[in-house]
């Protein structure tokens, strides 16, 4: 019996949590059933230094089954599964996309009927376990006071306002330079602004979290992107020459 990291009961703990769900590695294997990945210590100059592993990053001892199984999986993966990987969905919550062109030019995809409540807690969820791992894979997720805001967050299913936590996602997948197949160690960016940012890059798509306090207003750029009350969100497609910069951009 021990704390769980989640609701802070003492309980019976899993010996197996996944820090990323299983689900994000679909079609990441090769035929030898290994993942690709890219540590903070295999990035080298402009080149990707890849180690496989055989299975996801997961450990122990860090949440009861319960939280592991019942919220964070059947609540918030659950949902989040079908939305990402395009699993069969009753019609009235199945999210149209259209492609447009970005203000700077860019290529964009605007999602409608997007859940705003059970996918930002399941992308917050991402963070939150990143930040309680003790695995060296996520030693740069240092979160301080906002680990127990969002424990508190992901626990009461609040997802507060848009402006908490705002998260962008893009795409590489049309890239023929960089490998889509790959999960990255998370990176803390600080941007000459003083933004702190988190950057995830699991299959092809890279997950943005601004982490920052309340009075610390992101530019609008990033409030337009980033998933809404309206339940809809915006995916930025990364241009072909800045890909690979943009994974190995380093902090």
């Known amino acids: 019996m021990a704390i769980c990291k989640l609701c802070l009961t003492e309980k019976l703990l899993i010996n197996k949590s996944h820090i990323i769900p299983n689900?994000?590695?679909?079609?990441?294997?090769?035929?030898h059933h290994k993942l690709r990945f890219i540590s903070t210590c295999n990035i080298v100059g402009n080149n990707l230094q890849i180690k496989k592993?055989?299975?996801?990053?997961?450990?122990?001892?860090?949440?009861?089954?319960d939280c592991d199984s019942k919220l964070l999986g059947h609540?918030?993966?659950?949902?989040?599964?079908?939305?990402?990987?395009?699993?069969?969905?009753p019609i009235n919550i199945v999210p149209v996309c259209e492609n447009h062109k970005g203000s700077e030019g860019l290529k964009v995809t605007i999602c409608k009927n997007i859940n705003y409540k059970?996918?930002?807690?399941?992308?917050?969820?991402?963070?939150?376990?990143?930040?309680i791992s003790t695995s060296?894979?996520?030693?740069?997720?240092?979160?301080?006071?906002?680990?127990?805001?969002l424990r508190k967050m992901i626990l009461?299913?609040?997802?507060?306002d848009v402006i908490d936590y705002p998260i962008i996602i893009a795409s590489y997948l049309t890239s023929q330079t960089v490998p889509q197949d790959l999960i990255s160690s998370p990176r803390r960016i600080k941007t000459k602004e003083g933004f702190n940012i988190y950057k995830f890059v699991i299959g092809g798509l890279i997950y943005f979290f601004y982490v920052?306090?309340?009075n610390h207003k992101p530019p609008k750029i990033i409030l337009d992107s980033t998933?809404?009350?309206?339940?809809?969100?915006?995916?930025?497609?990364?241009?072909?020459n800045k890909a690979l910069d943009i994974i190995l951009r380093s902090i």
């Open 212 to 214: 920052n306090s309340a």
């Open 227 to 240: 998933i809404n009350k309206k339940n809809e969100m915006t995916i930025i497609h990364i241009p072909e």
């Open 136 to 149: 060296p894979f996520f030693k740069r997720v240092q979160l301080g006071s906002h680990q127990e805001e």
């Open 118 to 131: 059970l996918f930002k807690l399941f992308l917050l969820s991402l963070l939150w376990r990143s930040g």
């Open 156 to 160: 009461y299913g609040d997802p507060g």
């Open 53 to 65: 592993h055989s299975s996801g990053i997961y450990e122990g001892g860090l949440l009861c089954s």
């Open 75 to 89: 609540k918030y993966e659950d949902y989040a599964s079908k939305l990402i990987y395009g699993t069969v969905l």
């Open 23 to 31: 689900f994000m590695y679909r079609d990441l294997y090769d035929e």
